[in-house]
């Protein structure tokens, strides 16, 4: 972007806070933002050879340059995530904060809540971040980014996630549930100014305050969500005093208490404080990254927690015994998980370790999505969901065909693919070892089970 086309207001605004660091944070603006990406631990494939690790986050990375992920099947498989490299600085955070408490047998599950979820860079993260044993409600308040959160968890492949559609109001019912909240709040954006310029056009002091009082009611409702002792974490990616330490001081007198953390000098992210409350500051003259700022805090007192349902969802009954057979086999450990069939004969699995949790969540939510999506039974035959073979509960050795890129790129298309010596029957599309989705073998030719809306629309260059 051009650092001339910055608002007034804002130069004005970024001048006072940053003083003799304003030229620098200007001229920064002015340079291409960088590319950065966070692999999924259990899945393999990417290359990193000669790539810069993000310091911050674990198994995250610098990209030299940005590469059209849209034709590559590992992105489409869910091998990493695009995700700007500040706002990983939430790995750290989860580290050095509830990722340190102890596992032991018979322990509960940690329950964590991403309140403001979609397209899903928080949610992947903390679902690789949180122990296996977790349970993770990844919700969305604007129904039109449900699919593209959905999408993204699929692609994650996690099978302890809920994906739900509701007002930060309407979790209410789960006062003091919660052992970790996370809230990246929608703000003004003035973080993503140089990646997305357009961003510059909806900015004014007035946009400002209207961020701020919303960010105040998501969080009214937010902090009652978190269990005694449990953790919240807030976020934004904007710079400005009325949506960042205005709302640690907003949490600092209503319940918590602000958790410094440990970050070496040389990250060069700045401490940014209000009265004994500090938030952590990313500005791109600084890091190698976009604007970003997060805050951790520590519950002292909350409601009692809701008591789980020993048993039954209500919007699911037991999968006939006569049908376990078929579903056990797609998975690698069938035994860790029940089965259960929903009014509109969607068949998912549920992990035995979250059962009752996930029956709580069913019972006050109800828009939601839960359990590992297995497919449906069209009378006796099975037709596997394209989720199942993105999972990592996935079996190995499953039947399959190992694509080139150009197949690869063309199953994305929607193709239907001409394969020698395919046998007939399910078969599962790879790249490089790792599922892209269903195809099935019909006799002389292929029938794509990709679903629509996954099919890539660009047009496939020549290799």
Known sequence: MNPTQLPEAFRQQMQQQLGTEFPAFEAALGTLPPVSIRLNPRKSGFDTTDKTPVPWCEGAYYLPERPVFTLDPLFQAGAYYVQEASSMLLAEAVRQTIGQRKAYAGQPPIRALDLCAAPGGKSTLLASALPDSSVLVCNEVIRTRIPILRENMDKWGYANVVVSHHDPEEFAPLAGYFDLVMV????????????????????????????????????????????????????????????????????????????????PADWGVEAR??????????????????????????????????????????????????????????????????????????????????????????????????????????????????????????????????????????????????????????????????????????????????PKDWRIRMEIPEF
């Not at 998975?331 to 979250?354: C, H, M, Q, R, T």
């Not at 892209?436 to 030719?445: F, P, T």
């Open 184 to 263: 990246d709040a929608p703000c003004s954006g003035e973080g993503l100014f140089r990646k997305d310029p357009a961003a510059i056009n909806e900015w004014s002091p007035d946009h400002v305050q209207m961020c701020s009082l919303r960010q105040k009611r998501i969080m009214s409702a937010a902090a009652p969500l978190v269990a005694d002792g449990g953790w919240l974490i807030y976020s934004t990616c904007t710079y400005n005093d009325a949506e960042n330490l205005e709302m640690i001081r907003f949490l600092s007198e209503n319940g918590f208490s602000n958790r410094p953390l440990d970050l």
């Open 273 to 450: 404080t209000v009265g004994d409350a500090v938030g952590y500051q990313c500005y791109p003259h600084r890091v190698r990254g976009e604007g970003f700022f997060i805050s951790v805090f520590r519950r002292r007192a909350a409601a009692t927690a809701p008591v789980t349902r020993n048993r039954g969802f209500k919007s699911a009954r037991p999968v006939h015994r006569k049908q376990l057979g078929t579903l056990r086999l797609f998975l690698k450990n069938p035994d860790a998980f029940s089965y259960w069939e929903k009014p509109n004969g969607d068949v998912i699995a549920v992990p035995l370790g979250l059962e009752k949790e996930l029956v709580l969540i069913d019972t006050v939510l109800h828009n939601k999505g839960f359990g590992l999506d297995l497919g449906v039974f069209k009378g006796t035959d099975f037709m596997p969901a394209h989720a199942l073979a993105l999972s990592t509960e996935l079996a190995d050795g499953l039947p399959g065909v190992d694509l080139t890129l150009d197949d690869a790129l063309r199953y994305f298309k929607k193709e239907n693919l001409v394969l020698p010596d395919v046998p007939r029957g399910w078969l599962m599309a790879r790249y490089k070892g790792l599922p892209l989705g269903w195809m099935k073998g019909v006799g002389s030719r292929i029938n794509n089970y990709l």
